[in-house]
């Protein structure tokens, strides 16, 4: 299966050298490492050109505030057509956590992406609508970062 994968790699490399700046391979699946400024494009490819009309999960990661990068954005992408699954992974640095919204080609990005910046503060430029949608609009911080205290903020006290 992983055969066909790397088919698919070559394509977009051969479509554009840039959209693609690592593969990996573990465990049978392939990750796509994507430049953030490339991710719309490499994705309306894989839709469009490649038959991954599927976008199965959107999540993030952080990595640690002494990394650098420090954030990653995966996209879980499946083919219904040819029963693929597709890992791309962009990384993001805590300076400028900015990756363009998925929204315009997958409907069911909106509340992924809105997850990810209400947990993690990536921030989907494009986004038809970014607020908070686990948390309450004037909770401060995100919750998911490995910065956040691990006790939490308490800003509502029950007394």
């Not at 593969?23 to 049978?28: H, I, L, N, T």
């Not at 002494?66 to 640095?93: A, G, I, M, Q």
């Not at 990005?109 to 921030?123: K, N, S």
Request: overall charge negative; aromatic content about 12%.
């Amino acid at each position: 299966m992983t055969e066909k994968l790397h088919e698919f790699v070559g394509k977009l490399k051969e479509e554009n050298a840039a959209w693609v700046s690592d593969v990996k391979e573990a465990f049978g699946e392939v990750t796509i490492n994507v430049p953030a400024e490339w991710v719309v494009d490499v994705c309306w490819a894989l839709k469009t050109q490649h038959g991954f009309d599927m976008l199965a999960d959107l999540c993030g990661a952080d990595r640690g505030p002494e990394e650098d990068p420090r954030f990653e954005v995966n996209y879980h992408l499946f083919s219904t057509e040819h029963y693929n699954r597709l890992r791309l992974k962009v990384l993001l640095s805590e300076d400028k956590p900015n990756v363009p919204t998925l929204t315009t080609i997958w409907k069911t990005a909106d509340w992924h992406e809105r997850e990810t910046y209400d947990l993690f503060g990536v921030i989907f430029d494009g986004h038809p609508d970014l607020r908070r949608i686990l948390l309450p609009s004037d909770f401060d911080g995100h919750a998911l970062r490995k910065d956040y205290p691990l006790r939490g903020y308490e800003p509502y006290s029950m007394n």
